[in-house]
């Protein structure tokens, strides 16, 4: 057997390992060959699906129905991985969504994004009404902020602000 001049070498219970920098192609092993059609298949499955993330993020975020990427997008990856909402009243969720996301005002259509992505089982055809009458009596009842947004999409809300009783006030009298 001829070893090259870079070669690394590895030895289990079994059998000695060599990994040779100037192997070619026909010297490999069958199951060396499908493990690298495999790898290649894989990655480039990878690559597409990646790709199709992607477009289906930017369409959403274009959409308004998906908040904008950056730090808060932590927040909508651990609610697909845990999905926390799946056993809560629906204001429960509201109301944890609005906290996960703190100072930033998020449309009803990106609450009912997120919801639906922590798990939420909503039983209604018209989900996106459901969150709205929900996050306007959590406004009402002093428990967010809202600012009303005319136009498409509609009011905004988030987690009611330390020290701002003022906004407490203002979402009652304009909702009242």
Not at 128 to 136: D, F, I, W, Y
Not at 140 to 152: D, F, P, Y
Not at 153 to 164: A, C, P, S, W
Request: aromatic share 6%; glycine share 6%.
């Amino acid at each position: 057997m001829q070893t090259a001049k870079n070669s690394l070498t590895s030895t289990d219970d079994i059998r000695t390992i060599v990994h040779r920098q100037d192997i070619r192609e026909n010297e490999m092993d069958a199951t060396t060959k499908t493990l690298l059609a495999k790898l290649h298949e894989l990655e480039r499955q990878k690559w597409t699906i990646g790709r199709d993330i992607d477009a289906i993020n930017r369409t959403l975020a274009l959409a308004g129905v998906k908040p904008p990427t950056g730090t808060t997008r932590n927040h909508e990856i651990q609610y697909v991985a845990n999905q926390p909402f799946a056993k809560l009243l629906l204001t429960d969720a509201c109301l944890s969504v609005l906290r996960d996301y703190g100072t930033q005002w998020l449309s009803v259509a990106e609450v009912e994004f997120l919801i639906a992505r922590g798990g939420y089982p909503f039983a209604t055809a018209d989900a996106k009404n459901s969150v709205s009458v929900s996050l306007r009596r959590l406004a009402e009842q002093g428990k967010c902020e809202v600012e009303r947004v005319r136009g498409s999409h509609g009011n905004r809300y988030r987690k009611l602000q330390e020290g701002d009783s003022n906004a407490v006030e203002d979402s009652r009298a304009t909702n009242g």
